[in-house]
């Protein structure tokens, strides 16, 4: 997230729209601190970079976009390093949001080692 001008916003309960499930079982899912969801969603709490890193809803925050694409583009080269299978890569993502997936209608695939 960039620090420079953005805050994180969930204007929902200003303009009076609901949420969808599957966008509140991803705030579950993302945003483990209660506190902190009641505060984005319950309070429409408008959230600086740094407010939202100390909450855990961001990894970090950046001077500049610049700087954020920089910053996803170094984690993206320190994974692709270990050379991990996508697709176990990817079911063991959506193990850790069953609810979320069930709700998007992302199916399991069981995936066992090639080498046991």
Known sequence: MTSSRSVMYMSELDIGMTLPDYFTALIRAKIGSASARRSLVLRATKLKAEEAVEMGIVDSAHASAEEAVQAA???????????????????????????????LGLKDESILPSKL
């Open 73 to 103: 583009m170094c984690l993206c080269e320190e994974l692709s390093k270990k050379r991990w299978d996508g697709k176990v890569y990817a079911e063991i993502r959506k193990a850790l949001y069953p609810e979320l997936c069930g709700l």
